[in-house]
């Protein structure tokens, strides 16, 4: 399976406190892309970020890739209760892969308040 | 942005029936347009590739006979699941990539 892995599978916190979900990924790669998943519903597109770049930001979150590990981390800061969803990388093939995305297992975020 | 509109987002068929969802870009035409299949508590998978005015490219594994494919503009492609059966129940999503990849709201199919 070309499937990524993501951890942890969930993730517990009280509001204010930062969630980071790690992302691993076994191609080459072109992209990476973070989306946000509410219950039951369709996908937001959070943040990408190229192969060729280490880090990203946009707004409370922060985006790092390691291409060298394959890995991704995103991080949000001061979460709020209405971070709570599911997230999930995805990633873009840098050959012969088209615009398709395999996307990880994903990470199940709960902001307490 | 482009806007994907997925229609029905909820729909409960019989056994053995057919349902067709429907992915509509509302902003975009849209040459290819990917549809997914997510199981409660999972990842996305990719099922197939819909191509405007050809045939459809399957993932392995994707039954193409069962999950019967259609993209007859370059607005709106359809994913029919024929002779539904409770296995099939599932949450679907289309997407469309343009500077980024766009989602539909989903469709939950139960099959009972």
């Known amino acids: 399976s070309q499937q990524g892995e993501e951890d942890p599978q969930a993730l517990s916190i009280q509001e204010g406190e930062n969630a980071t979900m790690n992302c691993s990924y076994k191609?080459?790669?072109?992209?990476l892309q973070w989306y946000r998943q509410n219950s039951g519903r369709g996908l937001v597109h959070l943040i990408l970020?190229?192969?060729?770049?280490r880090e990203k930001h946009s707004g409370r979150l922060r985006v790092t890739l390691d291409t060298s590990k394959k890995s991704s981390s995103l991080l949000i800061t001061a979460s709020r209760a209405a971070d709570t969803a599911s997230y999930f990388c995805?990633?873009?093939?840098?050959?012969?892969?088209?615009?398709?995305?395999?996307f990880g297992t994903g990470t199940q975020l709960k902001v307490e308040l | 942005g482009a806007v994907v509109s997925q229609h029905p987002s909820r729909v409960i068929c019989k056994s053995g029936t057919s349902v067709k969802i429907e992915c509509r870009s509302l902003?975009?035409?849209?040459?290819?347009m990917f549809w997914y299949r997510q199981f409660p508590k999972q990842s996305l998978m990719l099922m197939a590739t819909s191509n405007e005015g050809s045939k459809a490219t399957y993932e392995q594994g994707v039954e193409k006979d069962k999950f019967l494919i259609n993209h007859a503009s370059l607005t709106l492609s359809t994913l029919t699941v024929t002779s539904a059966h409770p296995e099939d129940s599932s949450f679907y999503i289309c997407?469309?990539?343009?500077?980024?990849?766009?989602f539909g709201q989903g469709t939950r199919l139960t099959v009972v």
């Open positions: 995805a990633t873009a093939m840098a050959t012969g892969g088209g615009n398709k995305l395999t």
């Open positions: 902003d975009f035409q849209a040459t290819t």
């Open positions: 997407s469309v990539f343009w500077t980024e990849a766009f």
């Open positions: 970020i190229r192969s060729n770049e």
């Open positions: 191609t080459s790669i072109n992209n």
